[in-house]
């Protein structure tokens, strides 16, 4: 399996790990998704992770392949609501988006999604 990030490949694979019908990959699909990711593998091998003759195998045989998308506004809005109020592990990340758009903020910096969207419209979508 191939995960793009910030298309709901934890979702899909929580899904897939319960499809497998193992009591317990069902348990791991009910876990935190930093111990999904981690021991999802033992269930659902991750393409770069086999051997190249078993990744000639598969890609010879007949198998189907699916890519899903996610609306770029939901996308945005998905990832700022992870990465800014839910994760505790990407504190060196919202430091790094607040000096970035905001550089003289102070210690009660609030977490503003316009003040996000104005700085990524100001920075990336300069008129040329």
């Known amino acids: 399996m191939c995960l ?3 298309t709901a490949g934890t979702t899909w694979l ?3 790990l ?3 019908g193992d009591p317990k990959a069902v348990k791991v699909a009910h ?3 930093h111990i999904l990711h981690g021991k999802a593998t033992a269930f659902i091998p991750r393409f770069d992770h086999i051997t190249a003759s078993a990744r000639d195998q ?3 045989g007949i198998y189907y392949k699916a890519m899903f ?3 770029p506004l939901e ?3 998905s990832g700022y609501r992870d990465k800014m109020f839910r994760a505790v592990d990407y504190g060196w990340m919202q430091k790094q988006i607040k000096l970035m758009f905001r550089p003289n903020i102070s210690v009660r910096f609030i977490k ?3 003040s996000l969207l104005a700085g990524i419209n100001s920075n990336y979508c300069k008129k040329t």
């Open 14 to 16: 929580r899904l897939m």
């Open 69 to 71: 998308v996610r609306e």
């Open 112 to 114: 503003s999604f316009s």
């Open 31 to 33: 876990t935190s998704r």
């Open 75 to 77: 996308r945005i809005i």
């Open 58 to 60: 598969y890609l010879t």
């Open 18 to 20: 319960q499809l497998t």
């Open 4 to 6: 793009v990030g910030k």
